[in-house]
């Protein structure tokens, strides 16, 4: 699955309800999505950016393009810091409401989208991620979300994810400083990846460092993901972590700036426990994060998992960079 990130968009009014349907139905438009498809986004995008501003403490919903194959389709990531729910499932049922209304609305967007996934606390807030296709895609197994510094519309952090019937290889990158620039480096850095030939970390990182040279350069880290082991190879401060959501470890990331400063290139192999998650991001994330609090959070889609951790951990003076990805059960 490739992705194509859109921006980002505050749900601070009600004027805020129509720029996000206005900016979805545009997307679904550059992709071709048939009258039938668009009118699901409409409902989609209205009722998910609607509840944003009637309920949800800052809110905000990103939009992106997606492609798997021939199939195509517009996502829409919304997250909010409260007030949260205590019973999802009941929740998006129709005619369940907190405020007196008809309580069709989570309900609409369940039945109107494609695919769609939601994880929700008491106080701590929700996120959900709602996509309508052309034609239902597979489950992804590994996902992110960048967004750009405040003030940019560019983010130089980017992420990529490719596989085979025997690995799963995914990597995340971070050009260095901000703005159009860094995003550049971080466009070649997820172009190259995926040009890459078959190897592992080290040899697809060797390739990447030559493929930026022209670039300003970036950090970046390579996971390979087989069976109950991974290997790792990364250059710079992108941090690294294996989680079970109660635990987790940190990986070794080696100094250096793909692209202009490399010393020799290492490979590390960790074991992958059933059910645990690989966590990367970039220095726009901080360090101090916990998933204990967000109990059965990796069960659901590896967005939300992303999502929670951009909301919690994200700092708004970088770039931000986090990209999940699920050990094979």
Request: net charge neutral; charged share 20%; proline share 6%.
């Amino acid at each position: 699955m490739t992705v194509e990130h859109g921006g980002w968009y505050p749900v601070t009014d009600a004027g805020s309800v129509g720029v996000v349907r206005r900016a979805a139905a545009h997307l679904a438009a550059e992709l071709e999505l048939t009258e039938a498809r668009l009118g699901e986004l409409a409902i989609v995008s209205a009722e998910l950016a609607g509840n944003l501003y009637k309920y949800a403490i800052d809110g905000v919903v990103h939009l992106r393009r997606l492609r798997c194959g021939e199939d195509r389709g517009v996502e829409l990531v919304a997250i909010d810091a409260g007030p949260g729910m205590a019973d999802l499932a009941v929740s998006v049922a129709d005619g369940h409401s907190t405020s007196g209304t008809l309580g069709i609305g989570l309900g609409a967007i369940r039945r109107q989208a494609t695919r769609v996934d939601a994880y929700s606390r008491p106080g701590r807030g929700t996120v959900l991620a709602a996509s309508v296709w052309s034609a239902p895609p597979p489950a992804s197994w590994a996902e992110g979300l960048v967004r750009p510094i405040a003030g940019e519309t560019a983010s130089g952090d980017g992420y990529a994810v490719r596989s085979d019937p025997d690995h799963r290889q995914v990597m995340l990158c971070d050009g260095l400083g901000h703005g159009p620039l860094a995003a550049l480096a971080a466009q070649r850095a997820t172009v190259e990846f995926g040009a890459a030939p078959p190897g592992g970390p080290r040899l697809v990182l060797e390739h990447l460092h030559r493929a930026l040279a022209r670039t300003r350069g970036a950090v970046a880290a390579v996971v390979d993901l087989a069976g109950d082991t991974l290997r790792f190879a990364g250059l710079g401060n992108i941090s690294a972590w294996v989680t079970d959501g109660t635990t987790r470890r940190a990986m070794t990331s080696l100094p250096g700036i793909v692209g202009h400063q490399r010393p020799e290139i290492r490979e590390f192999e960790y074991r992958l426990p059933p059910g645990a998650v690989v966590v990367l991001h970039t220095d726009g994330l901080t360090d101090r994060w916990e998933l204990t609090p967000y109990p059965g959070l990796l069960d659901r889609q590896p967005v939300l998992v992303a999502a929670t951790l951009m909301r919690d951990a994200g700092r708004r003076r970088d770039d931000a960079g986090v990209l999940v990805a699920k050990a094979p059960r």
